[in-house]
């Protein structure tokens, strides 16, 4: 009767303890369903709208149609190449430099390789070079507020083709 009566004791006591750690368990799961939830909201993330410019060639012109970009600093920024030349041999891309003193060296290293974007730690972003007819992108983050060119790299257009970002 003794043993019987402890066993059953036992049991509801395996029970009881079991109904806490399942209640503590839930409790804690829905607690993080609910921070989760709040975090995925798109009323409480801050909005990082993406700021999208489409630059083209004047046809087959070495200039571009947009020569001025306007950004605030850290925004998500995206970049266009339009290429809209006609003639085979208008590549071009739109390149942008964080430190001007470089131009040169950057332009001079584009000539060296395919695609005309060299590995330069000067370049703060590059759609890539596009055929005619062809679109490149590139997506980057704004810099501290300055002014900082672009340009395209394809040999003998950095002259002429040439535009400012401006970080404000
Ligand atoms: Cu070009």
């Not at 009566?5 to 799961?29: D, E, H, K, Q, R």
């Amino acid at each position: 009767m003794n043993i019987k009566n402890t066993a059953i004791s036992y049991i509801t006591l395996g029970i009881l303890i079991g109904a806490v750690v399942l209640f503590m368990l839930f409790s804690l799961g829905s607690d993080d369903n609910e921070a989760s939830q709040k975090a995925s909201s798109p009323f409480r993330r801050s909005p990082t709208s993406m700021n999208v410019f489409i630059v083209r060639p004047m046809g087959n012109e070495l200039r571009f149609d947009v020569t001025e970009i306007r950004v605030k600093a850290g925004s998500q920024v995206k970049i266009i190449m339009e290429n809209t030349a006609s003639i085979t041999s208008m590549p071009h891309n739109v390149t942008i430099l964080k430190d001007d003193t470089a131009l040169n060296r950057v332009i001079t290293a584009a000539t060296q390789v395919p695609g005309y974007i060299p590995l330069d730690a000067a370049i703060l972003a590059s759609t890539g070079t596009a055929s005619p007819e062809a679109s490149t992108d590139v997506v980057f983050t704004s810099p501290e507020p300055g002014v900082y060119t672009y340009l395209c790299t394809v040999p003998g257009h950095a002259n002429s083709m040439r535009g400012v970002l401006i970080v404000e």
